[in-house]
């Protein structure tokens, strides 16, 4: 491979513009400008596609038909025509139209049931393997400290040992279905100062590792993830992005991760716009690369400029073929060497079928927590007849009751036309 067809393998694309340039993602009006034509980039290959199937909202055949194509296409302008690794979110179900939406991440904490979370985890995982999709941008392992934190419901709790538990059985599902799991926020993002979002992170090695570490090393020992995803923080002035200290020396040193490690959305370019920490974008992708950050999410900003850097001797190629490695090692731990986008799609997939509703459902009823039975009123008798009161401004709006990151909520309110996308009984 020449120096820029490695640098493409660490970058990822997002199709995010319709024909007519309209924007279809958040955050791609400042973040996403400047960035090149498909037809531009596709030539050197590609590492990742970005979420193709949960961008906007269409039905399975279409979007399934859209990955097949652009996989195809880049198969066909390529030289060594590699498939890219298609990512998507899915932390409270698969995030494409009409999927079924599974209780938010606390629930199954409240529900202290790991094999549940795990049944959870395969159903999603054997959802996105149908659809085209390699890997998952989920679970959450973030340690709860401060309620003010607008992700706390992403999240699976407050205690280390439960998270850690519950977010590695939920891993299994994922792997064991063919789905790379992705481990995030990697790490102390949840202990941000004040509960703001993106805020520096104040905290000493001994609660760092004590606290918010525990979930990572259960779910990469006992789960099996194959990836994991750097927190925007900085700890103590050290963004995890470009911290050597925690990305390398523990992350695969100490644990022995073998995988690769992803950023966070723009978290590269963070390292310049926010933290301040590098002059300009080639400066920060030298310093996330040089870090162990293998992947640029979601385009290739950063990254692919760094091949002068290479030449001028001032970043060692080995750091980049470091990371080409590692991507590459999973290309081929995913099949996609031999991988073909030549056949039809006609069946549609149901994404929302029964055993899914019924999985929804168990899970919904396992979290509830009784916390005061007054007068011995439950369980209700069957032949009660009264009506129960469900009090609360959130009470007759069932968007406000399903997970941030959840299909509905995530994306259709760009589209209102469509309303929920699923049926609620």
């Not at 090149?36 to 030539?43: C, G, I, R």
């Not at 038909?65 to 302008?77: A, G, I, P, S, Y």
């Not at 090695?205 to 923080?233: C, H, I, K, Q, W």
């Not at 963070?270 to 950050?293: I, M, N, S, Y």
Request: hydrophobic share 45%; with cysteine; glycine share 10%.
């Amino acid at each position: 491979m020449t120096l820029e067809e490695k640098l493409a393998q660490l970058t990822g694309y997002w199709f995010d513009r319709r024909g007519a340039g309209e924007v279809v993602a958040p955050m791609q009006d400042t973040l996403g400008a400047g960035r090149p034509l498909f037809e531009k980039v596709a030539p050197l290959g590609l590492g990742h596609f970005t979420r193709v199937i949960g961008t906007e909202p269409d039905t399975t055949v279409a979007v399934r038909e859209r990955l097949r194509d652009r996989q195809r296409e880049l198969q066909q302008r390529s030289r060594f025509g590699i498939p890219a690794i298609a990512h998507e979110e899915c932390l409270t179900g698969v995030n494409a139209l009409g999927a079924t939406v599974y209780p938010a991440p606390l629930s199954w904490g409240a529900s202290f049931d790991p094999e549940l979370a795990g049944r959870i985890g395969a159903a999603i995982g054997a959802d996105l393997r149908q659809l085209g999709v390699h890997q998952a941008l989920s679970p959450v392992l973030d340690v709860v400290r401060d309620y003010r934190w607008g992700r706390v419901e992403e999240t699976i709790g407050e205690d280390p040992v439960v998270v850690g538990t519950i977010g590695a059985a939920y891993v299994r599902g994922l792997e064991d279905n063919g789905i790379v799991a992705t481990l995030k926020h990697f790490v102390g993002y949840s202990a941000s100062l004040s509960g703001r979002n993106h805020a520096p992170v104040a905290m000493g090695a001994r609660d760092l590792a004590d606290t918010m570490l525990v979930p990572f090393e259960l779910a990469l020992r006992d789960g099996g993830a194959r990836s994991v995803m750097n927190s925007y923080s900085d700890i103590d002035g050290r963004p995890v992005a470009a911290d050597a200290a925690l990305l390398t020396d523990l992350l695969r040193d100490e644990w022995g991760f073998e995988g690769t490690v992803v950023s966070d959305y723009w978290a590269v370019p963070f390292l310049a716009t926010a933290h301040g920490v590098a002059a300009d974008g080639p400066e920060a992708g030298a310093l996330a690369l040089a870090a162990g950050l293998d992947v640029e999410l979601p385009n290739g900003m950063c990254f692919p400029p760094l091949a002068e850097r290479v030449r001028a001797g001032s970043l060692p190629e080995e750091v980049v073929d470091r990371a080409v490695r590692r991507v590459l090692t999973q290309k081929l731990d995913l099949g996609l060497f031999s991988a073909r986008y030549d056949d039809d799609i006609s069946d549609d997939i149901d994404l929302d079928r029964d055993e899914n509703r019924r999985l929804a459902r168990e899970a919904a009823a396992a979290s509830v927590v009784l916390l005061r039975n007054v007068d011995d009123l439950l369980p209700l008798s069957p032949a009660f007849e009264g009506r129960i009161a469900v009090i609360g401004p959130a009470a007759d709006t069932p968007r406000a009751l399903l997970g941030c990151y959840s299909y509905p909520v995530h994306v259709l309110p760009r589209h209102p036309e469509l309303g929920l996308g699923v049926e609620v009984p």
